[in-house]
């Protein structure tokens, strides 16, 4: 079984075959997704998919927030839509949410702003938190290491070694991609340095997407080479490290607390 940590399953990208695209899923194992949000509207969207596919075989958690890079436009400071969307429906975790300095700094302290105000929503409403950090992994890890009764999935990890042992001693996991299977990757020095608890399995599609794939679509049903590659890394039976996987997503994601939710 493989747990999909991060697909954007609300962008527009699927919107003309998502039930194709769950059904290769389901045939190559995808037992359990995170459908992932960034804004107000593909929070709802994450929301309303899950609700429409929740016989689809494949258990589907939504989760809403803010993403760095649309705090731009955002006017609502207190993000009640946010609130709003948590109080009146079964939310898994708060995501993605986090620092991206790759394309614009001008909007720097409103990003530590909301990323704050987000962590803040997520102790009050005791759930995890999903991070997207590009170019600015120190700040987001003392952002983290502030507020450490916080936890969640650091995703798309692409730092060094030794941040990324801060970071899981904060209790995050790391979130594993397609990344890993590109030729001038050095994730796998990451994957191959930390124990196997310390990762999660995730394609953030529709972008990048893994070997042999890359220049398609990502979606979910290429976890299997994301799988393949670290069972390579980590020398150990492919079964075995999906278990573990499988595991990890689950105990991060509290999936046995969002079960037992109304
Ligand atoms: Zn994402």
């Not at 649309?70 to 009640?80: A, G, H, M, Q, W």
Request: aromatic fraction near 10%; include cysteine; charge should be negative.
């Amino acid at each position: 079984m493989i747990f999909e940590t991060h697909c954007h399953l609300n962008d527009d990208a699927f919107k003309d075959d998502l039930d194709e695209v769950l059904l290769r899923a389901k045939n190559n194992n995808v037992t359990s997704m995170c459908i992932i949000a960034w804004d107000k509207e593909s929070s709802i969207n994450a929301i309303n998919i899950c609700k429409k596919y929740q016989d689809c075989g494949i258990n589907l958690y939504p989760v809403v927030g803010l993403h760095p890079e649309n705090v731009k436009d955002e006017e609502d400071l207190e993000l009640n839509w946010l609130e709003d969307l948590i109080n009146n429906n079964k939310i898994c975790a708060i995501g993605e949410i986090g620092l991206d300095l790759y394309w614009d700094k001008t909007y720097l302290d409103k990003q530590i702003y909301f990323f704050n105000k987000q962590i803040q929503l997520a102790k009050k409403y005791d759930l995890p938190i999903i991070i997207h950090s590009r170019e600015a992994t120190q700040l987001t890890y003392d952002i983290l290491k502030e507020h450490q009764d916080v936890k969640g999935i650091y995703h798309c990890y692409s730092g060094s070694v030794e941040m990324a042992k801060l970071i899981t001693n904060l209790g995050y996991k790391l979130g594993i991609g397609g990344v890993l299977t590109f030729k001038n990757s050095h994730l796998y020095e990451v994957v191959d340095a930390l124990d196997i608890t310390s990762f999660v399995t995730e394609t953030d599609c529709p972008y990048l997407t893994p070997a042999p794939n890359r220049g398609k679509r990502n979606e979910p049903a290429y976890l299997v080479y994301i799988v393949e590659k670290m069972a390579e890394i980590k020398k150990m039976q492919i079964d075995e490290i999906s278990d573990i996987l499988y595991q990890n997503a689950k105990e991060i994601l509290r999936i046995r607390d969002y079960e037992e939710k109304n």
